[in-house]
Structure formats: C-alpha cells, structure tokens
C-alpha cells in the first residue's frame, strides 16, 4: 500500500502547479483522499479532500477558488491543481487516504502518506 505524491516545483506568484498522488497496492474505491501542507516551523495543515465513492470535495478557506481537487479513476490517481499561487502556499505538500467517506481535516485521522512534495512560490 503506497501512496507517491509528485508534481511539486518553483513558480513565482500567480502562477500555477499540479500535484499528483498515486496510489499503488490498493484501490481508492472506498477511501477519502487529502492533501495536507506543512511550511517550515509549522503544522501541518488541510487543504482539500476528496470522497473517491462519490467525488464529493472539501477545501480550506485558504484555498478555496483557487485549487481544485479532482480524482482519475481510470489511474488511481488524486490531483490537486493549484493556480493563483502566492508565497504563503510555498510549503511540502503531503497526500493522504483513508478508508471510509469521511474527509477529515485533521492530519492524525489517515493512516496512509506519501512521502511530500516541495512547492515555492516566490514574489
């Protein structure tokens, strides 16, 4: 069971990026999905979810409007597209599933990660 996150880069601000999480071992069938955003000195933080069974999404004020999350059933996939980047994105950027409809915004309720993905907006 595998979660790969990729997609991250360097973009100045307005910009825009897609972050992709694969995942592997398993089908995302049943699960909820997340992305979750840790800056340096800070927690870390939800930024949308998505209930795989029904596409169902949820979004932090923060990046509402401006990222969309998304699934490819077809390759097992949750992406996360991010436009109108600011420097206040720049951050690692986790995915992480659970099995189950329910799309917490709390980092402690998914039992599987991938390993990041750096983001830097610069001004």
């Known amino acids: 069971v595998q979660l790969q996150a990729s997609g991250g880069g360097s973009v100045q601000s307005g910009g825009s990026l897609r972050l992709s999480c694969v995942a592997s071992?398993?089908?995302?069938?049943?699960?909820?999905v997340a992305w979750f955003r840790q800056a340096p000195g800070k927690e870390r933080d939800f930024v949308a979810g998505i209930r795989w069974s029904d596409g169902n999404t949820y979004y932090a004020d923060s990046v509402k409007g401006r990222f969309t999350i998304s699934r490819d059933i077809a390759k097992n996939t949750v992406i996360l597209q991010m436009n109108s980047l600011k420097p206040e994105d720049t951050a690692v950027y986790y995915c992480?599933?659970?099995?189950?409809?329910?799309?917490?915004?709390?980092?402690?309720?998914?039992?599987?990660w991938g390993q990041g993905t750096h983001v830097t907006v610069s001004s």
């Open positions: 071992g398993f089908t995302l069938g049943d699960y909820a």
């Open positions: 992480a599933a659970r099995n189950g409809r329910v799309i917490s915004t709390t980092a402690s309720w998914y039992d599987h």
